[in-house]
C-alpha cells in the first residue's frame, strides 16, 4: 500500500542542527586568515561629507584599510533589477560619491584582523559633513508625493456612490513604520579567488544576489557563488541585496583576503529597509441593509528620493468585497530616508488593517453583526477582474473560526463584556493573499545506495523548507523520507524564485515534482534498455511506478528499485524539472487565499493596559503539505500581527532622520510573556488550478488580517475607535 507523506505533520529533518548547533548561518563560515569589517554611518540625514579623518586610525592596532569613497574602488554598477527590486530608481552606490542621502547610510569601512580592533578604528574615525535638513515626515508641507505607474484602478463611480449613500463610514488610518527584527543580523563573509568571488550571505534570494553582486563588480554571473544553507528569521529583510553585501566584497577586494561584515542591531535600523509608515482614507456607503454601494481607499506610503518602492497596499480593496463602485488610489511620499522594502504580508496587511477597520465601524453604525456584514457582501466573483476565483473558503473560514472562538458568546455593545473589572473585546477580521506562483527548476539524483539527492537553489529563513521538499520528493518518488536528502542554498543549484511571498511550496515544490516525474521516466528508459533487466525491451507505457519500484501495470509485488536500476547501469540517474504556472488558468481564474482571524483582548479601565488573550485564525490556503510546520507559520504570522498592532514603531528625529529608538530596549516586540492562547485552523479546500500541487501559501496571510481583529476587539471592549497602530494605553484611557 502506498505510503502518502504530503498532508503529514511531520517534525523538521533540520531540527537536530537547528538545536545541536551544527546548523551554520552566514556569519559561521569563517574562512582561513579572514579580516574583520565594520562600517562606519553618517551622522547626517542629507548633506555631503567633506573630511575623513583617517590617518590616525589606519595607525592604531590591527588595521589593514579604511575605505571611503577616496580610495575606494570605483564600480561599474551595471544595470540590474530582480523581481523584488524598485522597478524605478536606482540603488544605492555605495561608497562611490560624498553624498549622503539618508542618515545610517554607510560611508566608510573599516577592517583589521579582529573583529575589536575594527570596532575601536571604527569608532576613533571623525568624518566631518556639511549638511541639510532632510524630510523624514508624511507631514511635512514641503514632501512631493508622486504616483506610481498603474497605482490608482476604478469601476463605476465610487465617489457619487458614496456621498449618495444612506449610510457612510469616511475615516482615515495610521501605521507606523517598522523594522524587521530577525534573530539572525544580516551577514556576509566574502572570499575572492582570482576574478571568482563567494559569498556566505545571508538571503532569501540567492540567484539574485548573485546576479546583483555580479553586475555591481561587472563580473559574467557564473563567476560569484552565494552559499546561504540557513537562516535565522528574516522577514523580508534579506529578499535585497543590500550595501553591506557590496562592502564585504569590496574589502575583500582590496585587501586581498577574506572578510567578515556583521551588521549590529542598530545598523539593520538603516540601510537593510522597513516596512514604510502608511496614511489611508476609507469611505464606504452602504444600503441601511448593510449592502456596499461605494468604497474608496486612498493611501499613501513613504518610499526613498533614489528609488520608488511600492507595495499592494490598495490591492485587496479591489476583490475582497461585492461592490459596483470602487476607486482605489496609491501615493508615494519621497523622504530623504532608506528604501523601504517588503515586510511580512506587504501591502496586503497594512491595507487591510484600513479596510477592515472601516468596515468594522460599518457593521456598528448599521447594527449589523460584523461576520454578517461581510456574509452579505460575499462576492461571487473578482469584480476587479471579472473572473472568477479559482476557490473562495472565505465564509467557510468564517464559520469555522467563529464556531472555534465561541463569536455567538459575544453581546454585540461595545463595553458590555467584562471579566470582574476587566473590559473583555472580541474582534474579527479578513484575511487575503494572492496564490503567486513563479518558474523554479529543481534537479534529482538516484544514487546507487539507494539515497535520491534533490536540489534547489531556495532559502529557508524558517518556516521548514527542507522537510516539506523532503516530503514532496518523497511522495513522488515513492521512497522513505530517510531515503531523501534535500539541498537548498546555492546559487549554482537549480534557479528558484526569492524565498518570500509564499510561494516557495507553489513553486519550488511544483519544481521539485516535475523533477521527480521526470528521473523516474530517465530511470525507466534505462531499465527497457538494459538486455539483462526483467522488463527488457518492455514499453515504457506498460510500466508504473509504485512505491519507488519500476513494474509492469497490474503486478503487485517484484519489479525494480532505483537501487537496482542505478546498479544495473553503474551511473546516478539525473534528472532537471521545471514549473510555472498555466498561463490558461491564470488568465481564466483569480486566485487567491483567504481567511477569518479572531481575537479577544482584556482592558483594564483604570489604567488602560491591553492584554490580547487568545487568538484564533481559520484560513483556506489549498493543500495543506504539513499541518505542523503550517500551525507554526501562522502563529508566527499571529505573533507579527500583534507586533503590528501593539508594539512595534520605528520613530524618526525630524531633525536629522535619526531612528531614535534603534536599539532592542525601545523597539519594541511580543515576548514570551505576551504571546496568548493560539489556535490555526484549516479549511479543506481542493483548487486544482493553482499549481500541480493544489497550495496556496501561507506565511504572508498569516500575518495580515491579525492587526485589524485586536483593533476590532479594542473597540468593543472599550467604545474607543483607535485608527493609528500600534495602539498604545493613552488610546483607550477614559476621558
Known amino acids: 500500500m502506498s505510503v502518502s507523506f504530503i498532508g503529514k505533520p511531520v517534525t523538521r529533518v533540520d531540527g537536530r542542527a537547528k538545536v545541536t548547533g551544527t546548523a551554520r548561518y552566514a556569519a559561521d563560515f569563517n574562512q582561513p586568515g579572514q579580516l574583520y569589517a565594520v562600517i562606519v554611518s553618517a551622522t547626517v540625514g542629507l548633506g555631503r561629507v567633506t573630511e575623513v579623518a583617517s590617518t590616525e586610525v589606519e595607525r592604531m592596532p590591527g588595521v589593514v584599510a579604511v575605505i571611503t569613497h577616496r580610495n575606494a574602488q570605483k564600480l561599474p554598477y551595471l544595470p540590474h533589477k530582480g523581481v523584488i527590486d524598485p522597478a524605478v530608481g536606482e540603488r544605492l552606490h555605495v561608497l562611490q560619491d560624498d553624498r549622503v542621502q539618508f542618515y545610517g547610510q554607510p560611508v566608510a569601512i573599516v577592517v583589521a584582523d579582529n573583529l ?14 556639511v549638511a541639510k535638513r532632510p524630510i523624514v515626515d508624511h507631514a511635512d508641507q514641503t514632501m512631493e508625493r508622486i504616483a506610481p505607474k498603474s497605482a490608482d484602478g476604478s469601476r ?17 488610518y495610521e501605521i507606523a513604520r517598522e523594522n524587521h527584527n ?23 534570494y540567492l540567484v539574485n544576489e548573485q546576479a546583483e553582486i555580479a553586475a555591481v563588480f561587472g563580473l559574467p554571473v557564473d563567476n560569484v557563488e552565494v552559499i546561504c544553507p540557513f537562516i535565522g528569521g528574516a522577514f523580508g529583510t534579506s529578499l535585497r541585496t543590500w550595501p553591506h553585501v557590496t562592502l564585504a566584497a569590496l574589502a575583500a577586494r582590496q585587501t586581498g583576503r577574506a572578510v567578515k561584515l556583521v551588521l549590529t542591531r542598530k545598523q539593520m535600523f538603516f540601510t537593510t529597509g522597513h516596512r514604510p509608515r502608511t496614511l489611508q482614507r476609507i469611505a464606504l456607503g452602504a444600503t441601511p441593509d448593510g449592502k456596499l454601494t461605494g468604497v474608496i481607499h486612498e493611501g499613501t506610503g513613504e518610499t526613498s528620493r533614489y528609488e520608488q518602492f511600492t507595495e499592494a497596499l490598495t490591492a485587496v480593496t479591489a476583490y475582497l468585497y461585492s461592490c459596483p463602485n470602487v476607486r482605489t488610489q496609491y501615493r508615494l511620499a519621497q523622504l530623504d530616508t532608506s528604501t523601504p522594502n517588503h515586510m511580512r504580508g506587504p501591502g496586503e496587511a497594512s491595507g487591510i488593517f484600513a479596510l477592515e477597520s472601516a468596515m468594522d465601524e460599518l457593521s456598528y453604525k448599521l447594527g449589523v453583526d460584523p461576520i454578517e456584514l461581510r456574509r452579505r457582501n460575499e462576492p461571487r466573483r473578482d469584480e476587479a477582474e471579472n473572473k472568477p476565483f479559482s476557490s473562495r ?6 464559520e469555522l473560526g467563529s464556531e472555534r472562538f465561541g463569536w455567538a458568546r459575544r453581546t454585540p455593545e461595545p463595553r458590555s463584556m467584562r471579566d470582574g473589572r476587566l473590559l473583555i473585546g472580541m474582534g474579527a477580521a479578513t484575511a487575503t493573499y494572492p496564490a503567486y506562483h513563479a518558474p523554479a527548476s529543481a534537479r534529482v539524483r538516484l544514487l546507487a545506495d539507494g539515497l535520491a539527492e534533490v536540489e534547489a537553489a531556495a532559502s529557508d529563513m524558517g518556516p521548514g523548507t527542507y522537510t516539506s521538499m523532503t516530503q514532496v520528493a518523497a511522495e513522488f518518488l515513492g521512497l522513505q523520507q530517510e531515503q531523501v536528502r534535500f539541498r537548498l542554498g546555492r546559487s549554482h543549484f537549480p534557479q528558484t524564485p526569492s524565498h518570500g511571498g509564499s510561494w516557495t511550496m507553489a513553486s519550488v515544490g511544483s519544481a521539485i515534482r516535475a523533477a521527480c516525474v521526470e528521473a523516474q521516466a530517465q530511470a525507466a528508459r534505462r531499465a527497457v534498455a538494459d538486455p539483462d533487466s526483467p522488463i527488457f525491451a ?37 534528472a532537471e524539472g521545471s514549473a510555472q504556472r498555466d498561463p490558461e488558468a491564470a488568465e481564466l481564474y483569480s486566485m487567491h487565499s483567504f481567511g477569518a482571524v479572531f481575537a479577544e483582548v482584556a482592558i483594564d479601565p483604570d489604567v488602560g493596559t491591553i492584554r490580547i488573550r487568545r487568538i484564533v485564525g481559520a484560513y483556506g490556503i489549498g493543500r495543506v503539505v504539513n499541518p505542523l510546520l503550517a500551525r507554526s507559520q501562522c502563529t508566527g504570522g499571529m505573533i507579527g500581527g500583534m507586533g503590528m498592532a501593539m508594539m512595534e514603531r520605528t520613530v524618526l528625529d525630524r531633525r536629522d532622520g535619526r531612528p531614535v529608538n534603534a536599539h532592542m530596549a525601545d523597539y519594541l516586540m511580543p515576548v514570551n510573556l505576551d504571546i496568548p492562547k493560539l ?57
Open 156 to 172: 463605476g463611480d465610487a465617489d457619487a456612490a458614496v456621498t449618495q449613500a444612506p449610510v457612510m463610514i469616511d475615516e482615515t
Open 393 to 398: 473558503s472565505l465564509m467557510q473560514c468564517y
Open 116 to 129: 575589536d580592533h575594527a570596532e575601536r578604528a571604527a569608532a576613533a574615525l571623525r568624518i566631518t559633513y
Open 538 to 574: 518492455a514499453s515504457v507505457d506498460d510500466l508504473e511506478w509504485s512505491e519507488g519500484r519500476l513494474r509492469r501495470r497490474g503486478e503487485a509485488s517484484g519489479g525494480l528499485s532505483y537501487q537496482d536500476i542505478v546498479a544495473r547501469t553503474g551511473a546516478p540517474v539525473e
Open 679 to 735: 489556535e490555526a485552523l484549516f479549511v479543506d479546500e481542493v483548487d486544482p488550478h493553482v499549481n500541480p500541487l493544489g497550495v496556496k501559501g501561507l506565511g504572508e496571510i498569516a500575518l495580515v488580517g491579525t492587526a485589524p481583529a485586536i483593533a476590532n476587539a479594542v473597540f468593543h471592549a472599550t467604545g474607543k475607535r483607535v485608527r493609528s497602530l500600534p495602539i498604545h494605553i493613552e488610546d483607550v484611557l477614559t476621558a
Open 182 to 204: 530577525p534573530m539572525e543580523p544580516h551577514a556576509t563573509i566574502a572570499a575572492w579567488s582570482g576574478d571568482r568571488l563567494t559569498l556566505w550571505s545571508k538571503s532569501q
